[in-house]
């Protein structure tokens, strides 16, 4: 794995027939959709993975199979973040076993630790972790942020390979930004789509987009262009992210609507099953053909012949 | 089990002596100690009994374990509590083959659920569940509360026991107890220890009081007290549980305060272990000794021959 | 003004006629209302009083005209919240020439003060403060609490009466009764209309009812029945309590509910106008009518002749 | 005033030699200070200007004068965000009469408005209003967002030229930038001087730069290198903007420490006195002393020859 970590990496989407069933065929067609977009590497059990709706037996499944699909065509990382300091090695150690190239860990997250517990508890589990780790802030779900002090103490461990981070605070990635000065093979991710671009300009690595998972060239063409520091250029792909966003990631009163919308034009796109883990539920039938209006919209798919003379 | 389930009912601590190691003879202690103290029922695999920073298999022994030392003396509730529904349910029938008679849950607590959404979670969950389920609200750590249309739709369904509310906000308990009026069976319990007398004498059913691991009796007298309407009781007795709060349960910056000075208090009186699990850490040996002394100041430990002459 | 300050003290509502025009004919007949249902005093200026909302010309008219009508009847206390300390002054000094007893503040609230800064401001103010003191907790609103030990501070200086608690936190009440018992004179009481009757059982003072406005006697009842330790007498009108809240206080999205509730069940009693003060806008027309309605419901306005034979 | 607003707009401090008494001279040499460093407009009385904390009377002496002294060079905005409607529309004639160009308001803050009640409050305040507005989106101090539909409503106002962000929340920002492509005479500018920079690159007009107080040209030449599209030299300027607010602004536990920061920096320049208005007090000689070599590390102060010598 080449250092700094770099480019975009998407969440990978968990593809399920039903509850605790892996939708294998579509977890194949996931993979390879991303990969012919260019993406620089996969994220594994991820939020936008469902990793803690889903069953310890069925997370293994996936890793398994993943790797096995991959095959050493791109990085993967996979997501151990757990509640539980043991159920978090055992799957690192599976993760491993299955030739995946990092974990990935945020704080555990049922009563939020402190700062010193949240140093310890990631000092204490790298004496016991098989692989590199890559470190995850995601405060707005864990309630334990990573503050820059604590970043500033884990980065001194070579075990720990950078920063991925969702708060989508950005002054918080300035800091980030900042404090990687000090190491050139660290590594900062930005977690929000909406955010990769402003991110990379200004120095960040790469980003972690789940709607890579849709359309993986869009998000790579957007580092690219970002990387290089094309401002024109990034500010008219920037567009086409925030388009998909808006019309695809926003659904009743859930707060995984990104994740419903993405598997929901996944499965408009043939490429795999539409279904969520609990407590999701799928979209209803309106839901789901307003996006698949909306991915023509996108110029994702075509407009079907069924659609012609149809009255709304 | 009598219903409504009323009365005092200790969250337990979980004894260790190692990482992922249960405190065996502690926990027969610890359950012998709470039931000499009159408590009403145990509740296993809460948030005071660390339960998301468990192996899943040490949760299972702890389960198969405490049910053998009950053996039916009182009614036994299991934390079933997860954030995979396939893995709640599995744990369920867990408890139910050890003998316990009823198991609790929170809503899960990665993703937090939308109203919608928790609700057909709880209903999903209850046909699939081989015992009856009480409700445990705690928003704080959840970020998803039961809100009151939400439980005036579960309590519909007659496998629902009662709600257990630990958000602190006697507002929405209020909202609680004129819900419970539609349901002579349903039970309303009262998580913080400090605001179980209020409650009570409000109409609340009893206390899952933490405190009431270390003092039994107390609590179980502050309940009764309140049961009663015995005013007078109640304001002399709610004083010492406060004060027993007040010396025990803040330590630094965790939030786990109150299980670290519990499971402390709990070894000096030689019940068990005052180890913790990740990622909380054993207190210093300076607040240890100080809470060695502070045990002394509310009674619950002779001060030692040791002690005498010293200066503080 | 007997000490402790004790009671139900309404958070008396601010009738208009007009933007920035006080309706002083509808004063008069809630001040005269109030005052026939036994209140124990009065707060103007408060959250319920819509003080920031409103001129500082018109709050003063408020104030005038107020303690002229009261005459001496009851303590009169005056808000005098302030962003600015020069302003809150000011409004004291203003209070104390129209002869009020005490004034109220809250925090200042736009940049929320740390805990020291709060404390200097308040030991500053009553420096300046030409009568005594009431310090008002309203952390929703002002995002800046009187933490404990800052009340605990603040508590030796014998020009500071007591305290409002507006938390709705009763485990920070549960607190605030234990410092309570170091000072004779010192007043604790309930803003949230809900949690007055347990704060009174718990030992409390009394309330700061918005509800009183409309039923004071209601009120005045509950505190008397929970001041007399009457736990049956409290249950039942507590009822009756929640069910005014219930019925009258939530209209769509405003925060500001409670107050729109009252003052248009004050309109249709026709005791004062229903006008609010921006940002609050008034109810609808088919808003208004069901509170009427309800009104009829809880007993507090006969049936109209109009209304016979009309279904809903 | 040329549209859409742009540029670096610096949120003046407001000097004082005591309470309530204004610092006249140190405000004409701040004024002198930012427009000899190239700044494109002034705004007075806003979070930084501590306008909350003034008398009205300061307030009104502070735009008589500030416009006087500015006499045309550059526009100036005056903040009348106000929690009474009334007193916002006597400030805006206030500033118009002494020569202002345009006001600013945040959401009325005490009491936060909902999104239909806050549209109709901004308005009812186009029509009282002598000068047009800027709207002021301050979420973390008003506790009332101006969400993204509620912006797209008030475009519709020729009256209002635009928005200031200072959420700090860039996802926001990506939605007031698609929005600002409706109204070519728009202005999107960004609060946080940490975020000026990526929000200029993305599309924004500019920035209210509190750090422009101490250092206008060093904002004046990011902005003009991120309005460029000269990423290299965004990334160079950057580091030195974020050295100064991370040498600079905290101080203990006070939310106003950037304020207190940099009128301390600004005293040791000679400028203008470093008092605060209450609730903020001023920093201790030891954090004083601090600044001022903090300063010296920074380049914005020689090192005196009193300093030649001193061991630390």
Known sequence: MKSPLSGIIPPL??????RDQLDVAGLERLIEHVLAGGVHGLFLLGTTGEAPSLSYRL???LVTKSCRIVN????????ITDTSFVEAVRFAEHASDCGADAVVAAPPYYLPP?????REFILELMTELPLPLMLYNMPGLTQAPFELPTVAALMQHDGILGIKDSSGDMKYVQGLLQLARQRSDWSVLIGPEELTAEGVLMGAHGG??????????LFVDLYTAAAAGDVPRVRKLQRKALQLSELLYSWGQT????ILGLKCALSHLGI?????AEPLRS????????????LAVLGLLPVSPSEVGVNE
């Open 13 to 18: 989407l968990t593809p399920l027939t039903a």
């Open 114 to 118: 402190s700062q010193p517990e949240l």
């Open 283 to 294: 979209l209803t039938d309106a839901e789901r053909e307003t996006i698949r209006e909306r």
């Open 72 to 79: 050493g065509r791109v990085p993967v990382l996979v997501g």
């Open 208 to 217: 972690v987009s789940g709607g890579a998972n849709l359309s993986p060239k």
């Open 59 to 61: 997370r293994r499944e």
């Open 272 to 276: 795999c099953s539409d279904l969520p």
């Open 255 to 258: 707060r995984g609507g990104w």
